[in-house]
C-alpha cells in the first residue's frame, strides 16, 4: 500500500510517497481504509523534528483521520469490519490503511462525511476542551481568538458562539478576517495593522476581553493577556509564530486572572470516556450543520508536502485534508 513518509526529520520536500507493508491490528486496535487524513500545523513540525512527539523512523504524518474499518484485533468488541469512523492517530494517517487504538475512534454520525469527519477529531476537540473544560466560557462573555481563520482558531469562533459568546476574530488579513466574520465572529482585529492592545480597547471597551484564545503566541500574547478582564483566561493553545513569549506576572496578579494550558492530547489520555462523549457531540453538531469544518483543500496522497507547505506558510483558511486513496 501506498504512504508517505517521513524517513529523517526535514521539511516538506523530504517526505517520499514509497510502498509499505499491510499494517496488523495489535491487541486492542483495528485498521482503518483511510478515506481521508485532516492535516494540522503540528504536521509542519513533527516531520521537522520540533513537536513534543518524535516517532521513530519512517512515519507518515497526519494525525487525524476518517474511513472504514478493515480489520479487527484481539480484544476489540466495539468495532467491526464495515464500521464507518473517525478519529486521531498523532500522526501515521496520510496512507492507505494504518492501525489505532479503539479507544482513539468513534463511529461516524450517520450523515457526516469523511472529509468533514477528518478534520474534526483534534481540531474542533482542541476548541471544544478550551471553551468547555478550561476556560469554562459562559453565555454573554467576550471571546477573542487569535489566529481565527486557521484550523484550531475557526473552531473556536463556531464553538464560541454556540456557547453564547460574543467572538473577536484576530488574524492578519483581511481576506482571513472575512471569512471568520462568514463564520460567526463579531468583530474583527486586523493584527498585523494595527496595535493589539490598542484595538481591544476599542473593540472590548473598559471591561476587557474574559476568554483569549491564543494558538499563535509570539508577539500578540502579551498584549493579550494585557487586554483581559477582571478574572479573564487567557488560554495557551500553542505558538504557530513560532516563538514562545514571556510574560511579566505582575499582569496576571493585577487581573484577578488565570493562564491556562490547553494539551488536547493529554485531556484525551486522561480521560478517554470523556473525549469519546465530546467527539460524538461534534460530529453531531457538524452533521446538523452547526459546525462548517470548512475545508479550504483537498489533496492527494502524492501532494501532501504541497499541502504541510501551505499550512507552514500561512497561507489556510479552515482545513486541509489528503485522499490517500488517491
Ligand atoms: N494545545 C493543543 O492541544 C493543540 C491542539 C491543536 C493545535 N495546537 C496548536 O495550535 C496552533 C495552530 O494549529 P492549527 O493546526 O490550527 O494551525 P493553522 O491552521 O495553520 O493556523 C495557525 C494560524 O496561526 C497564525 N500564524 C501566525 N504566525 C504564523 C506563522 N509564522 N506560520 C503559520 N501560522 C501563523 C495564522 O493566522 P494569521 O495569519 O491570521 O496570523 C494561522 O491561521 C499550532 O501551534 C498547533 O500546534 C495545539
Given at each position: 500500500m501506498k504512504a508517505i513518509l517521513?524517513?529523517?526529520?526535514?521539511?516538506?520536500?523530504d517526505l517520499v510517497l514509497a510502498d509499505v507493508p499491510e499494517p496488523v491490528a495489535g491487541s486492542g486496535e483495528v485498521v482503518v481504509e483511510v478515506a481521508a487524513a485532516g492535516l494540522n500545523f503540528f504536521d509542519t513540525l513533527i516531520i521537522a523534528g520540533k513537536y513534543q512527539t518524535k516517532p521513530p523512523f519512517p512515519f507518515s504524518p497526519g494525525g487525524e483521520f476518517a474511513g472504514t474499518v478493515v480489520g479487527i484485533g484481539p480484544d476489540v468488541s466495539e468495532f467491526k469490519p464495515g464500521d464507518r469512523v473517525m478519529g486521531y492517530t498523532?500522526?501515521?494517517?496520510?496512507?492507505q490503511r494504518t492501525t489505532v487504538s479503539a479507544k482513539q475512534i468513534v463511529k461516524i454520525a450517520g450523515r457526516l462525511d469523511f472529509d468533514r469527519a477528518a478534520a474534526l477529531t483534534i481540531t474542533y476537540g482542541t476548541a471544544y476542551h478550551a471553551l468547555?473544560?478550561?476556560?469554562?466560557l459562559k453565555s454573554g462573555e467576550t471571546l477573542a481568538v487569535l489566529g481565527a481563520s486557521g484550523g484550531v482558531g475557526l473552531a473556536t469562533v463556531e464553538i464560541g458562539r454556540i456557547m453564547g459568546a460574543r467572538v473577536i476574530a484576530c488574524a492578519s488579513t483581511d481576506d482571513k478576517l472575512a471569512f471568520a466574520r462568514a463564520h460567526g465572529a463579531d468583530e474583527v482585529i486586523n493584527y498585523d495593522r494595527e496595535n493589539l492592545r490598542d484595538a481591544f480597547k476599542r473593540?472590548?471597551?473598559?471591561?476587557?476581553?474574559?476568554?483569549v484564545f491564543d494558538p499563535v503566541g509570539g508577539p500578540y500574547s502579551e498584549p493579550a493577556v494585557r487586554s483581559l478582564a477582571w478574572e479573564g483566561r487567557h488560554l495557551v493553545v500553542g505558538f504557530a509564530a513560532g516563538e514562545i513569549p514571556k510574560l511579566p506576572l505582575n499582569l496576571v496578579l493585577l487581573k484577578n486572572c488565570a493562564v491556562m494550558g490547553v494539551f488536547w492530547g493529554a485531556w484525551v489520555r486522561n480521560a478517554p470516556a470523556d473525549y469519546k462523549a465530546a467527539l460524538a457531540e461534534l460530529a453531531r453538531w457538524c452533521a446538523e450543520g452547526?459546525?462548517?469544518?470548512?475545508?479550504q483543500q483537498i489533496y492527494p496522497l502524492a501532494d501532501t508536502p504541497k499541502a504541510i507547505k501551505a499550512l507552514a506558510d500561512r497561507k489556510v483558511m479552515g482545513k486541509l485534508v489528503v485522499h490517500p486513496g488517491e
Amino acid at each position: 500500500m501506498k504512504a508517505i513518509l517521513c524517513q529523517h526529520f526535514g521539511g516538506p520536500d523530504d517526505l517520499v510517497l514509497a510502498d509499505v507493508p499491510e499494517p496488523v491490528a495489535g491487541s486492542g486496535e483495528v485498521v482503518v481504509e483511510v478515506a481521508a487524513a485532516g492535516l494540522n500545523f503540528f504536521d509542519t513540525l513533527i516531520i521537522a523534528g520540533k513537536y513534543q512527539t518524535k516517532p521513530p523512523f519512517p512515519f507518515s504524518p497526519g494525525g487525524e483521520f476518517a474511513g472504514t474499518v478493515v480489520g479487527i484485533g484481539p480484544d476489540v468488541s466495539e468495532f467491526k469490519p464495515g464500521d464507518r469512523v473517525m478519529g486521531y492517530t498523532n500522526f501515521n494517517a496520510a496512507r492507505q490503511r494504518t492501525t489505532v487504538s479503539a479507544k482513539q475512534i468513534v463511529k461516524i454520525a450517520g450523515r457526516l462525511d469523511f472529509d468533514r469527519a477528518a478534520a474534526l477529531t483534534i481540531t474542533y476537540g482542541t476548541a471544544y476542551h478550551a471553551l468547555k473544560h478550561r476556560a469554562r466560557l459562559k453565555s454573554g462573555e467576550t471571546l477573542a481568538v487569535l489566529g481565527a481563520s486557521g484550523g484550531v482558531g475557526l473552531a473556536t469562533v463556531e464553538i464560541g458562539r454556540i456557547m453564547g459568546a460574543r467572538v473577536i476574530a484576530c488574524a492578519s488579513t483581511d481576506d482571513k478576517l472575512a471569512f471568520a466574520r462568514a463564520h460567526g465572529a463579531d468583530e474583527v482585529i486586523n493584527y498585523d495593522r494595527e496595535n493589539l492592545r490598542d484595538a481591544f480597547k476599542r473593540v472590548a471597551g473598559a471591561h476587557g476581553v474574559d476568554v483569549v484564545f491564543d494558538p499563535v503566541g509570539g508577539p500578540y500574547s502579551e498584549p493579550a493577556v494585557r487586554s483581559l478582564a477582571w478574572e479573564g483566561r487567557h488560554l495557551v493553545v500553542g505558538f504557530a509564530a513560532g516563538e514562545i513569549p514571556k510574560l511579566p506576572l505582575n499582569l496576571v496578579l493585577l487581573k484577578n486572572c488565570a493562564v491556562m494550558g490547553v494539551f488536547w492530547g493529554a485531556w484525551v489520555r486522561n480521560a478517554p470516556a470523556d473525549y469519546k462523549a465530546a467527539l460524538a457531540e461534534l460530529a453531531r453538531w457538524c452533521a446538523e450543520g452547526k459546525l462548517s469544518c470548512h475545508i479550504q483543500q483537498i489533496y492527494p496522497l502524492a501532494d501532501t508536502p504541497k499541502a504541510i507547505k501551505a499550512l507552514a506558510d500561512r497561507k489556510v483558511m479552515g482545513k486541509l485534508v489528503v485522499h490517500p486513496g488517491e
